[in-house]
């Protein structure tokens, strides 16, 4: 039978719920459990697509995509004929864009999952209206509960059923005590009360500020959380104390007292370097054995910790240090980009390297074109993905300085687009080379939106999107450092490079290094020639990069820039 595990927070946003769930999750797995996990977001956006990567983060791509069907659920669609005779209009969702904890997740648990685990209130309540209106509650007044509830729990429990996994976890969105939050802690409740009290439990996740002043830690905020947690009917079996500091013993007992929680349930989570070690201080505390054994009432077998503390060892004591630039225009918090963070920090590490990164606004070099010979001091450029034609003049401007002063250069999606884009002017003599994204009526547009994107209007869920075959060109770089013929890599994008463009860029050294399937979509692009050293890649390699299996494009990129640093050393 699958437990379920709950996972709130309480104090602030952003304390690092998804590392603590993804951490939970590893705990199982030391002990050979299957393991899923939900994350469930209260905002009214049917996916976070059209969400600003500076307000909410970076969105996150899944392999698969999901045609979400709102009156009928994930594995009903039977009816979508007679949906669309009703209705007038296709009410299918493509949904394979998702909240950017899935990518935590994913790299913590070495699995890819399905974009129906990311539960949003846009789409419970467009189920449970379009059901209204389908008939499904005939007679009967529709409201939060039961019906919004029953509708929470149905799509947990389906997805644990579809998963088939040993154990589900899944995380609140928000903060208790949040309005929007309120319907899905009520479903937990319930949830808890349907199921036997060994199937479930109940984890929230806390901040426990450092007074400066007393030094010492302060645990008021964390039992006014647990009390407004009290009120709602959740009593929490597990309180996670995140802290700038490990949690004495003596705060430990404090909240054990306050929050009615075993001293042993009461768990430290204090500032790392490195995330993934979390799941190490869990097992430190003795947290697997609480929760699995004395919780669930599952018997496991002896937790092995051997490979991940040998991972662990990789990131602690690099041998070489590089400093990577990464010119854009969400840099305003660092969750833009938390994947391409990552995956650099993965094949650092499998280099015996540690990646300083340092987030550069590029506008200010539309202002000053001198400013961006500051890119000099780093040991390799990283254009980053993004929309828009804000800030897109001094990306292109980044990328030719890349090309004049041969830093080796990984363009990502936008990226690759913005090296085509400077390619073309500083070698084809097209001055005005653009992407018709940026710059609609350009006389060049060597950038333009694939074919079938021309009549499209919507705007969630209608760009080209998850696992694509990419086709790679024998003796480019990116099938030596594949290895194969083809892979399978996640895309997320509107515009490509124009391949009458593209071929007259060929006689100038550049290389067409993949194609897709039907040989018209330009995947990636090469330029490897007199020093320089700079690959476009249209999908986001970042987005299957894991610990202990870096992605070859990043890894080749990092090993090109640790090369280069030694060699000019």
């Not at 189920?127 to 007679?139: A, F, H, K, T, W």
């Not at 938390?338 to 920090?345: D, H, Q």
């Not at 090469?526 to 999908?539: L, R």
Request: glycine share 8%.
């Amino acid at each position: 039978m699958t437990k379920f595990i709950f996972v709130t927070g309480g104090v602030m946003s952003a304390i690092g719920k998804g590392v603590t769930t993804a951490s939970l999750g590893k705990l199982f797995q030391f002990r050979n459990y299957d393991v899923s996990a939900i994350k469930i977001d209260p905002y009214l956006n049917v996916d976070p697509g059209t969400l600003n990567p500076i307000e909410h983060g970076e969105v996150f791509i899944t392999e698969e995509v999901w045609d979400f069907v709102p009156s009928m659920g994930p594995n009903r669609k039977d009816d979508i004929d007679d949906l669309n005779t009703a209705y007038g209009k296709k009410q299918v969702y493509r949904i394979c864009e998702i909240d950017q904890d899935f990518g935590t997740y994913e790299r913590f648990l070495d699995k890819n999952l399905h974009p129906s685990s990311n539960i949003t209130s846009g789409q419970v309540y467009l189920s449970v209206i379009l059901q209204e209106r389908y008939g499904e509650y005939l007679g009967r007044t529709v409201q939060i509960i039961p019906h919004v509830t029953d509708e929470i729990k149905r799509r947990i429990r389906q997805i644990a059923e579809k998963d088939n996994s040993d154990v589900v976890i899944t995380e609140i969105g928000g903060t208790v005590g949040d309005i929007e939050a309120m319907p899905y802690l009520e479903a937990v409740r319930q949830f808890r009360l349907e199921e036997p009290k060994e199937n479930t439990a109940l984890v929230h996740v806390t901040l426990i500020p450092y007074s400066e002043a007393v030094g010492e830690l302060k645990t008021k905020p964390t039992q006014h959380s647990v009390k407004t947690l009290l009120s709602l009917g959740l009593q929490p079996d597990i309180i996670i104390g995140r802290a700038k500091i490990e949690l004495t013993e003596q705060v430990r007992q404090k909240i054990s007292l306050y929050c009615n929680v075993p001293v042993q349930g009461v768990i430290s989570n204090p500032e790392l370097s490195i995330i993934y070690e979390l799941p190490l201080i869990f097992e430190k505390f003795n947290l697997g054995t609480y929760l699995i054994h004395d919780l669930l009432q599952m018997v496991p077998p002896k937790p092995d910790i051997s490979k991940w503390e040998e991972l662990i060892e990789k990131y602690k004591n690099p041998k070489h240090s590089l400093k990577i630039a990464m010119p854009g225009k969400y840099t305003l918090i660092t969750d833009s980009y938390v994947s391409i963070n990552e995956a650099l920090k993965h094949a650092a590490a499998h280099l015996d390297s540690k990646i300083k990164i340092e987030w550069i606004d590029a506008e200010p070099f539309e202002k000053d074109r001198s400013k961006v010979s500051v890119l000099s001091g780093y040991d390799g450029i990283l254009m980053t993905p993004g929309f828009g034609e804000r800030g897109v003049e001094g990306m292109i401007l980044a990328a030719r300085h890349a090309i004049q002063a041969k830093i080796p250069f990984l363009g990502i999606c936008y990226g690759a687009q913005i090296l085509f884009c400077a390619f073309c002017r500083e070698f084809l003599g097209l001055d005005k080379a653009a992407s018709t994204e940026f710059v609609p009526e350009t006389c060049d547009p060597v950038v333009d939106l694939l074919p079938e994107q021309k009549k499209i209007k919507d705007k969630g869920g209608t760009m080209r999107l998850g696992g694509q075959e990419i086709y790679f060109k024998e003796g480019s770089i990116l099938h030596d450092v594949y290895e194969v013929p083809k892979a399978v890599e996640r895309f997320r994008h509107r515009y490509h490079i124009i391949t009458r463009y593209a071929e007259e860029a060929q006689q100038k050294g550049l290389v067409i290094s993949s194609y897709d399937k039907t040989g018209t979509i330009i995947n990636s692009i090469e330029y490897v020639k007199d020093g320089n050293w700079m690959i476009g890649v249209q999908f986001h390699p970042e987005y299957k990069s894991r610990p202990a299996r870096p992605s070859p494009v990043y890894l080749a990129f990092v090993k090109k820039c640790l090369e280069k640093k030694i060699q000019s050393s």
